[in-house]
């Protein structure tokens, strides 16, 4: 299995298990329907990692509700997925206009556990083989889509800077204006508190790629305006799934507390 496919499975596997929990983070009832023979062994190396797992669902659970403020204001609201893996927000929020991309490979098993015609709502899958073609090509036929909502979950720590740039320039090349909600890592908690995540990530052929200091600069060197940080480690303690004193946790465990947040971003 390749580890696009691994991951999406692993971020799968997270929300099933939440969503079996009798007070479930996120409650996405959908993702049972990826646990097969297959999903379930992918998951099974991650299933007792309790941080990461606790992290990945509050995760999930950040930008739903993000994403649902948005379609208050706009049920139709236009909405992209760069990275979908096995995401189901457009069966689970009530709204929007919703274009999925990602490897072909993953896009046809995912239509086959949740097909396109059980959505409720307008939604386009696109593959794209990120290795040999651009993105800029399967946006174009989007171009110039104003105030689209942009989603880029669990996939920046597996980029470069070089490659972040080239992402972040072709979507305001493509969606001007347009809203990004991304998470973002630092270098120190990549390197201490990600740790036994990405120690079974090695086992399995993959790693994340080496994180910034200050994560969000970047963005900024690429014209975003920050409009909304979320500790995703801090609101997983607000969820009671994460335990952790809080004069810890605004003292001392601040590294932690502001090491992966999920960013809202407005592009020019």
Known sequence: MDAVAQTAYYCCGVRAQDAADPDPICGDTFAQRFMTGEG??????????????????????????????????????????????????PYRLGGG?????????????????????????PLLRTGVDFVREHLANKLVLHAGTRDALVILEGVTMYLNDDQKRDLFATLQEALPGHTLICDLMTAHFAEKVALPFRKVLRKLGTDF?????????????????????ISIIGRARAFGAISIPGFLFHTFLRKLRDGYAVHVFRAP
């Not at 994403?67 to 706009?74: H, I, P, S």
């Not at 993953?106 to 097909?115: F, I």
């Open 209 to 229: 790629v080496p994180q910034p200091q200050d994560p969000k600069s970047l963005a900024f060197d690429e014209r975003y305006a920050l409009e909304q940080r």
């Open 40 to 89: 379930q062994r992918a998951f099974a190396p991650f299933a007792n990692l309790k941080m990461p797992n606790a992290s990945n669902a509050t995760r999930a659970r950040i930008i739903d509700d993000l994403v649902r403020e948005r379609l208050k204001r706009n049920p139709r609201q236009k909405i992209f997925m760069v990275g979908a893996g096995f995401d189901t927000r």
């Open 97 to 121: 206009d919703w274009v999925e991309f990602d490897q072909p490979a993953l896009l046809a098993v995912k239509n086959k556990l949740l097909p396109v015609s059980d959505c409720p709502m």
